[in-house]
């Protein structure tokens, strides 16, 4: 595998990127769910993609000027409003562009840069855009879980991150096992636990890491929820029968057995 050899100078380039893919991340994120939700006839459809229109204010519609579209900066020099109608600037672009550049920089130090370090990159940004939606609209886009699991398996096909064996079963039973949960629950509750797109990021979550990593996933995801549930119950932000999106859970699962597998499975797991 071709690594080259990671400077300062070479996490620059990284934090650049990332803060590029964060920027386009963003608008994924707002505009996926609006684009698969839409039912009416094509024809009769306003041009609404990822090119059309130009970025714009959500709340007064303007379209932004370039000096309002940089990545991270145009949020601090706008003081997070908009320049024209004065309203607040979602936290949530400055969060996940500096997130993108946090995880892209970690995924280059673990992985170095190679092959396998801009894989990384790639499969931590997809969980990072899939766990944004879910915690928005309560849905993973197929376009998004199956896209990434294809991408893994093609990626693995060589045995670059994983063998393909591993890959295709990681596939196999991360929907399997997440579908037996859900049936078993519906079964002795009579209520859906989770959706079936839950069943796809686990099953693409297998394909890019292999079936090794399933087990700690779901741990980590369900102590998580857990630990978070039960705290907005405590202070009233979330009612009892509630429901909370289980995706951004299995993606930190996922992100930190990525990460830092090796550690976790010397301290903690033995498979």
């Not at 386009?24 to 094509?42: A, C, K, T, V, W």
């Not at 993973?140 to 199956?146: F, G, K």
């Not at 993606?251 to 830092?260: K, M, N």
Request: glycine content about 8%.
């Amino acid at each position: 595998m071709i690594e080259f050899l990671v400077t300062p100078t070479i996490y620059l380039y990284v934090a650049l990127l990332g803060l590029v893919l964060g920027s386009f991340l963003n608008l994924l994120i707002y505009r996926l769910p609006l684009m698969l939700e839409s039912d009416l006839p094509l024809s009769s459809k306003k041009t609404f993609n990822f090119m059309q229109p130009r970025s714009f204010c959500p709340c007064c519609k303007t379209q932004l000027t370039l000096f309002e579209n940089i990545p991270l900066l145009s949020f601090i020099l706008l003081t997070g409003k908009c320049r024209h109608c004065k309203q607040a600037i979602g936290i949530q672009y400055p969060i996940v562009e500096l997130a993108s550049v946090l995880l892209s920089c970690i995924a280059i130090k673990q992985f170095g840069l190679t092959a396998n370090g801009l894989f990384a990159i790639v499969f931590l940004l997809g969980l990072l855009a899939l766990s944004v939606i879910d915690f928005n609209t309560m849905t993973l886009p197929d376009e998004l879980t199956l896209g990434l699991l294809w991408l893994g398996l093609a990626f693995n096909l060589f045995g670059s991150f994983i063998t393909l064996e591993e890959s295709v079963l990681g596939a196999m039973i991360g929907y399997t096992s997440l579908w037996l949960v859900f049936q078993l629950h519906r079964l002795l509750t009579n209520r859906e636990g989770m959706g079936y797109g839950d069943f796809k990021l686990l099953a693409m979550i297998g394909a890019c890491l292999g079936w090794g990593v399933l087990l700690p996933t779901i741990l980590i995801a369900s102590i998580s929820a857990s630990v978070i549930g039960i705290t907005l119950l405590l202070f009233g932000k979330l009612k009892k029968d509630s429901a909370m999106p289980f995706g951004p859970f299995l993606a930190l699962g996922a992100s930190i057995c990525l990460l830092w597998h090796d550690q976790l499975n010397n301290y903690f797991f033995n498979y």
